[in-house]
């Protein structure tokens, strides 16, 4: 059974970094083509943050984060990292991690079926 767990959540103020880790088990990690951060603020949607591709390391970012915040990928510990600086208060949002196998749009939640429990990130003015 695949589990996704994340961790790294926490509260900090504007302009300060948090690291966010996946930590992937119970599959074979390159089954997967993508694994990807999403976000979702208390009454909005859930938005795609950034992705990777599991084979070539390819990412994708939404506009809203380029040049702030850096997904990468330790394949050795089957294990996906966000990097988030320059945090802003628009950034609090429950932090999710997913993993999908055949996704044309690696940005939006729907093209993923692996989902972890969610790690909360709050960013004060």
């Known amino acids: 059974q695949v589990q996704l767990v994340e961790s790294g959540g926490g509260s900090v103020q504007a302009g300060g970094s948090l690291r966010l880790s996946c930590a992937a088990s119970?599959?074979?990690?390159?089954?997967?083509?993508?694994m990807g951060w999403f976000r979702q603020a208390p009454g909005k949607e859930r938005e795609g943050v950034a992705a990777?591709?599991?084979?070539?390391?390819?990412?994708l970012y939404a506009d809203s984060v380029k040049g702030r915040f850096t997904i990468s990928r330790d394949n050795a510990k089957n294990t996906v990292v966000l990097q988030m600086n320059s945090l802003k208060p628009e950034d609090t949002a429950m932090y999710y991690c997913?993993?999908?196998?055949?996704?044309?749009?690696?940005?939006?939640?729907?093209?993923?079926?692996?989902w972890g429990q969610g790690t909360q990130v709050t960013v004060s003015s």
């Open positions: 997913a993993a999908g196998r055949f996704i044309a749009t690696p940005l939006v939640p729907g093209e993923y079926n692996h």
């Open positions: 119970g599959y074979n990690y390159y089954s997967f083509s993508y």
């Open positions: 990777i591709y599991t084979g070539s390391g390819n990412t």
